[in-house]
């Protein structure tokens, strides 16, 4: 740092400060510098005073000590540390703008909790060459204190230190401040002084601050003269008001300037007039006023007016003016205002005068219009601006800004104050509306998912950045602002391409490159840049709009990706594909296409060049133009669809082809952008088909004549059987022969339904069941038995329906026999249902008799029964008996499921 400790800090009342404590406390303490010089220092205990800091050797230690305690210092912290010498020292560094500009130490002592170790300080005595009693002498009159003592000591010190730095921090900004102000009053100075023209600087109240040496020649006044008065005292009285109207409308545009013609007054009491020209630099650094550069063109003139404003000069000005000009007594009082107070305020001027302006005031404006402004003119005799609401007679409150300034008398005693009040409500709406225009404005920047960055156009350095710009590089507002945007960049060579273009152009600008994120990352970002320029054309600043596009760019090679897919499918599909645009115009078709209609290029197409024109049927084309998909089979003679002249048709090439139509939309919803045309010759499939169906029909035929055969067969075996049965006398015997003949019709029956079925691999259960159990009952001659069969619609082939069937059979003939004795009749009762998807329940029951208890249907010496147990296990299925009333049968069995 450049300044002294002591630049920064009152080294004499902070000695005076550590004097007191150390009087209080005991403790000693001193400031030490960076260069080892004490800067403060309280009453040191001799031990380090005439022993430890006056020996070469102990100094030596004690500078080590210092050195190490304060290596590891940290900004409002203490460090304790016992030195080389054997005592204990505490260190505070004293930091300002962030560098140690010295250290605040505390000691020597000892605590009162370690024993002192004489023979240690005996020898280091000796060492040193002190004498040994003195040392020892110095050593127990050195400090002793508790670590409790020492602890709060610390605590205050850390307090004080801290005190000491935010004073040092204060004093150095108005040091720097000062010497920047001194640098560039200088450099004017210069300016000034040296300068042909008059030059007059006056601050933003009017107050003249500097004067050049041309201008006080030309009127005759030493500087010292001019120097803090105010330039509306010179100037003549008829021109007063003028100029201080010039000046408020100066004053509200920086940047803007003034040319008029105004009498200033001369040192010996005469105005000489001057051409001005006035410039608003308030917002310059360096001037910080209004600069006037006046040009005497008195002898111009040749005339010299020297008028004194009357009163009624006065009311005559301001009564026509919109601004309300009032006159105040020394007590602040109205004993004047202008008639314009009507039509801001409503008030009559009468009614204001003798009043306090006060009393109309809002009350939360009082602070800022204070009571004793009328005392601050009279003391300073300089004018002053203020805003503030004033209410109006209705009662509402209304923006003013007032400008107050003394009224002098002839010996320059001021008699009153003259104010200029100015409604300034519409502005203060503006300035409201500005400022949630500006909110709104950083809302929606903030709330974009782009990063949005200001770039200053002379050096590229950012100047500010919104939240999204963060979040996209990783860094904070502060790591970004201030440095150059290309260190995002990765492509420094694109970046070189496009910079004289960015700042060079008032049209966006647009490209892509890569950038890094802090992480290290790097991703493609598109950057749109427009450069904004102020009303001079001159380039103040650029928009920078950086966006992510790294989903973009995977969203685009996926396109690319799959137009490339799209392009490989297209090539080798085996089906003819066809694109159409949106007016049904041919763009291209693929080589299985070409290969069906037998040319090497879509020119050759003729009559296929149109969708209108091609082989759509007229049903289909309504349809497929108004985006629906169509799928029909034609057939087309190629020879008429390649040659468009029927003279040049060779003879007819017909073949069969199956066509897709398919609208594709990609804009719109409403309209189809193209069509998708699938074509696949299928005359060979056609053909094969017929083939297969005539096969077909061959192999039902010859399947319809097998199962007529064998259920012939079968009944010539039950015939044979019959007329077997009719010479048998034996009872038993004939009643077996019934049995098989019951059985092979059975079989018989199914080849019989399967022959008069349209379907040859199932049968039809419902039907089946009902000519079977009619059969039996009807050939046992028991017409008085009630049949009830509840079947769902259940189809089985012909493995599984012939076990089923004997099942039935056996069962029905069972009950038909042993259920009811001779003609009683009675109730059988079947039913065939599914149970989920592939089982089924088969149900025999009747109301006879029933089976005795002594016998196990499982194992019976009776072939019926054990065929039916025989049936169920062929059948993978289960079967079980249920007695009492009557006789109930359940088979359980699955099956595949139905083709």
Not at 88 to 110: C, K, M, V, Y
Not at 689 to 716: A, D, G, T
Not at 765 to 782: P, V
């Amino acid at each position: 740092m450049q300044y002294k400790f002591s630049d920064l800090i009152d080294v004499h009342r902070l000695k005076e400060l550590l004097n007191k404590l150390y009087n209080i406390t005991g403790i000693p303490a001193g400031i030490i510098d960076n260069n080892g010089n004490v800067i403060v220092e309280t009453e040191w205990p001799d031990i380090c005073a005439k022993f430890h800091r006056a020996n070469p050797l102990t100094a030596d230690r004690c500078l080590q000590s210092d050195l190490d305690i304060i290596s590891n210092l940290i900004q409002g912290e203490s460090r304790e540390h016992k030195c080389k010498n054997g005592l204990w020292d505490i260190a505070i560094p004293i930091t300002i703008s962030g560098e140690r500009i010295a250290t605040l130490f505390i000691g020597q002592f000892f605590y009162d909790d370690e024993p002192i170790d004489l023979d240690r300080f005996r020898s280091q005595a000796t060492e040193s060459g002190f004498n040994i009693n003195e040392y020892i002498e110095a050593i127990h009159k050195a400090p002793v204190h508790s670590r409790k003592k020492i602890g709060e000591a610390i605590e205050y010190y850390v307090s004080l230190v801290s005190f000491i730095c935010e004073t040092g921090l204060s004093n150095l900004k108005h040091v720097e401040a000062e010497k920047n102000i001194r640098d560039t009053n200088e450099r004017f100075k210069i300016l000034l002084e040296n300068s042909l023209e008059c030059i007059v600087v006056v601050d933003k109240t009017g107050i003249m601050r500097d004067i050049s040496p041309s201008f006080e020649r030309v009127m005759g006044y030493d500087k010292n003269e001019l120097r803090g008065e105010s330039c509306f005292k010179f100037f003549k009285p008829d021109e007063l008001s003028r100029n201080i109207e010039l000046f408020k409308k100066l004053m509200e545009t920086p940047g803007c300037d003034v040319r008029l013609e105004t009498s200033f007054r001369h040192n010996d009491g005469t105005y000489r007039i001057f051409e001005t020209v006035a410039r608003n630099l308030i917002d310059v650094s360096m001037i910080n006023g209004i600069v006037i550069n006046a040009y005497d063109i008195t002898n111009i003139k040749k005339t010299e007016e020297a008028l004194k404003m009357t009163e009624e000069t006065f009311r005559v000005i301001t009564e026509n003016m919109r601004d309300v000009i009032s006159l105040r007594d020394r007590d602040g009082k109205y004993i004047y205002i202008s008639p314009s107070v009507k039509t801001l305020l409503g008030y009559d001027p009468e009614e204001l005068i003798g009043k306090d302006p006060h009393y109309f005031v809002h009350p939360d404006d009082m602070g800022s219009v204070p009571k004793n402004h009328v005392e601050h003119l009279f003391s300073t005799g300089k004018e002053f601006t203020i805003t503030y609401r004033t209410r109006k007679k209705s009662g509402e409150y209304v923006w003013f800004e007032t400008i107050m300034q003394p009224i002098m008398d002839d010996k320059g005693d001021m008699v009153g104050l003259q104010t200029s009040s100015r409604d300034i409500s519409d502005r203060k709406k503006a300035e409201e509306e500005i400022k949630r225009s500006k909110q709104i404005m950083e809302k929606i920047i903030s709330s974009l998912n782009e990063g949005i960055f200001i770039i200053d156009p002379e050096n590229r350095k950012i100047l500010d950045v919104n939240k999204k710009g963060e979040d996209i590089f990783g860094y904070s507002r502060d790591d970004l602002v201030g440095n150059n945007l290309l260190f995002l960049n990765m492509d420094h060579k694109k970046y070189e391409q496009h910079k004289k273009n960015f700042f060079g152009s008032k049209d966006l600008i647009d490209f892509e490159t890569l950038m890094q994120r802090k992480n290290g990352e790097i991703f493609p970002a598109e950057h749109l840049i427009r450069p904004l320029y102020n009303d001079e054309g001159k380039m103040e600043s650029a928009i920078v709009v950086i966006r992510d596009i790294t989903e973009r760019k995977k969203a685009e090679e996926s396109i690319i990706e799959s137009k490339e897919k799209f392009r490989n499918i297209f090539a080798s599909s085996p089906i003819g594909i066809a694109l159409y645009n949106e007016n049904g115009e041919l763009i291209e078709c693929n080589d299985a296409g070409k290969k069906i209609f037998g040319i090497t290029d879509v020119s050759q197409l003729g009559g296929l060049r149109s969708l209108y024109d091609a082989f759509t049927p007229d049903d289909c084309k309504n349809r497929i133009f108004s985006g629906h998909m169509v799928k029909y089979q034609v057939d087309v003679d190629i020879n008429k669809l390649k040659y468009q002249n029927p003279e040049n048709i060779p003879g007819a090439k017909n073949i069969k082809i199956e066509v897709t139509v398919k609208p594709l939309f990609i804009k719109t919803r409403s309209i189809p952008d193209y069509y998708l045309v699938l074509v696949e010759d299928i005359t060979q499939r056609i053909m094969a088909e017929e083939k297969i169906k005539s096969s077909l029909q061959e192999k039902e035929l010859l399947l319809k004549e097998v199962h007529h055969r064998v259920k012939n067969n079968m009944q010539v075996i039950s015939s044979m059987l019959n007329l077997q049965a009719n010479s048998i006398n034996d009872p038993v015997i004939d009643e077996m022969f019934k049995d098989s003949c019951n059985r092979i019709r059975s079989m018989a029956l199914i080849h019989e339904k399967l022959y008069m079925s349209s379907n040859l691999a199932q049968i039809d259960m419902a039907d089946y069941l009902r000519s079977l159990t009619t059969h039996l009952i009807r050939s046992s001659g028991k017409d008085r038995i009630d049949l009830t069969i509840n079947t769902d619609k259940i189809f089985l082939d012909i493995d599984t329906a012939i076990p089923c069937g004997l099942i039935v059979n056996e069962l029905i003939s069972n009950s038909l026999k042993h259920a009811f004795t001779g003609n009683t009749g009675g109730a059988i009762k079947i039913d065939f249902y599914r149970s989920g998807d592939k089982s089924m329940v088969l149900s025999i029951e009747d109301n006879g008799a029933g089976i005795p208890e002594s016998i196990d249907f499982r194992n019976t010496i009776t072939l019926g029964l054990q065929l039916v147990n025989s049936l169920a296990e062929q059948l993978r299925g289960t079967i079980e008996l249920i007695k009492n009333p009557g006789t109930r049968f359940i088979i359980r069995f699955d099956v595949k499921a139905e083709k």
